[in-house]
C-alpha cells in the first residue's frame, strides 16, 4: 500500500491539501499520515514553543477527525513533530511515496502571497510533491503534463500515466517552444524557411515520442500537441483547464537547495490547478535539441506576478 504525507496545519491550504489526499488515497488504496510541524522559537523561549506545540497537537486532532470523515480511519494516521516545516517535511518525504501540501497562491485574497514552504519542499523533497491551492474543488479537465525540449526524463509521464489511471482521466502532453528573434527585410519573411520548418517538425517529434510512451503505459487516451510560445505562459494556460498538472524537477547540483527551475517556480507562483513536482532522473534524449530558429517575435511576455 502506498503512503500519502500530508502537510497539516490546519488552515485551509492544508485542508484543501487533505481534501485533494484523500480522493487520491480512496482511488488507489493508499494510506495517509497527516504530519504537523510545531516551530520551535529562535529565542528560546520556552513558553512560545509549548504554546506552539499545544496549538499544533490540537490542529493534528482536528485534521484526524476531518480526515476519518472523509476517508476510513484504519488507513490514517498522524504525528507532530517539533521543528521547521520544511525539514520535516523533506525528511517525511523520504519514506513516502507522495507528499501533498496546500498554498494560499491561486487564492486572489493573497495575490502577492508565494509561501517559502511549498517551494522548498517541493525542490528538495525526496518524492512527488502535489501543490494544492487553498481554494481547490474537484474539477473535470485531464492529467496535463509538459515535457522540455534538450533532455527527456520518464518520471514525469510515469507520474502522469499513474494519475491517469487512478482518475480515469485522459493525458494531454505540452511542448512549448519559441523562435528567435531576426532582422530581415519583409520580403524575406513571407514563407516560413526551410530551417524553420524543420524545427516544428522536431518539436512535433518531441510530442510523438512523449504519447507514443504514454499510451503503451496508461488505459486512457493520450493527446498532444506543440505550442509555439513561452513555457511559462503556455503551460500556465493549459493547466487552467487541467484537473493536475505534472512537470519535472531535476534535484542535483550545488544550488538545488534553493534553485527551483522556472517553470516550476512559475506554476507554483500561479497554481491554476493542483501541480505535481516530480523528481527527475534525466537521461539524454535519442535526438539533438530541436533548432532554434531566428525570426521575428519571441518569447512572449512573462506572466504577471
Known sequence: MSRITVAYDGGPASRAALAWAVD????????IELLTAAEVALSGDTDWTVLNLEASEQASREGMEAARRMFSA????????????????V???RDADLLVIGSKRGDREHPAHFERVPRKVATLAACPVVVVPARWTPAPGPILVGVGDEEVSTAPLD?????????GRPVHVVHAWWIVPRVAPAEALAVPPPEEDRARAE????????????????????????????TVRVMVEQARRAALT????????????????????????????????????VRPSARRSAPRVDRPGGDPDPLPT
Not at 74 to 89: H, K, M, N, P, S
Not at 203 to 220: P, S
Not at 246 to 261: D, I, K, N, P, Q
Open 24 to 31: 487520491r488515497a480512496r482511488a488507489e488504496a493508499a494510506s
Open 74 to 89: 484504519a488507513g490514517i494516521t498522524a504525528r507532530v513533530e517539533l521543528g521547521d516545516a520544511t525539514r520535516r517535511l
Open 91 to 93: 525528511e517525511a518525504s
Open 159 to 167: 507520474f502522469a500515466a499513474r494519475s491517469a489511471r487512478i482518475d
Open 203 to 230: 518539436h512535433r517529434r518531441v510530442v510523438e515520442t512523449a504519447v507514443g510512451y504514454l499510451q503503451e503505459r496508461a488505459d486512457v487516451a493520450v493527446t498532444g500537441e506543440a505550442i509555439e510560445g513561452g
Open 246 to 281: 505534472v512537470v519535472g524537477s531535476r534535484r542535483s547540483g550545488l544550488f538545488a537547495e534553493w534553485l527551483l527551475g522556472s517553470l516550476t517556480h512559475d506554476l507554483l507562483l500561479h497554481l491554476p490547478c493542483p501541480v505535481a513536482v516530480v523528481p527527475t532522473t
